[in-house]
């Protein structure tokens, strides 16, 4: 059974690089803990990409060195916000390969 994290629990509206810092610390020891990790973002209004970025993008480059990685999954995440993630995880995924 995965592990749903609600990220409503940050706010409403998640902003910035600290912000995103922050709660990607929070996350990090969770991700770590499980195997399975549903983001879960239903209440969430809105997602600057600078959050993004410091969040999931950090969150996602130290996984990549893990021998064994969490599966990773996102939920009920607005359009506008899927394509801030998409960019996000593909710059990502670029810069490390």
Same mark, same amino acid.
């Given at each position: 059974?995965? =592990? =749903?994290? !609600?990220? /409503?629990?940050?706010? *409403? @509206?998640?902003?910035? %690089?600290?912000?995103?810092?922050? @709660?990607?610390? &929070? +996350?990090?020891?969770? @991700? #770590? /803990?499980?195997?399975?990790?549903?983001?879960?973002?239903?209440?969430? $209004?809105?997602?600057? +990409?600078?959050?993004?970025? $410091?969040?999931?993008? &950090? +969150? +996602? #480059?130290?996984?990549?060195? &893990?021998? @064994?990685? *969490?599966?990773?999954?996102?939920? #009920?995440?607005?359009?506008?916000?899927?394509?801030?993630?998409?960019?996000? =995880? !593909?710059? %990502?995924? %670029?810069?490390?390969?």
């Amino acid at each position: 059974m995965p =592990t =749903t994290i !609600r990220m /409503a629990r940050w706010g *409403p @509206v998640l902003f910035g %690089r600290q912000h995103g810092a922050r @709660v990607r610390d &929070e +996350l990090s020891a969770i @991700v #770590h /803990a499980s195997p399975d990790v549903v983001f879960d973002f239903k209440d969430v $209004e809105n997602m600057s +990409l600078s959050f993004a970025d $410091e969040c999931f993008g &950090e +969150l +996602l #480059h130290a996984l990549a060195s &893990e021998p @064994v990685r *969490p599966r990773l999954r996102f939920a #009920h995440v607005p359009p506008d916000m899927q394509a801030s993630l998409l960019f996000m =995880t !593909r710059e %990502r995924a %670029r810069a490390t390969a």
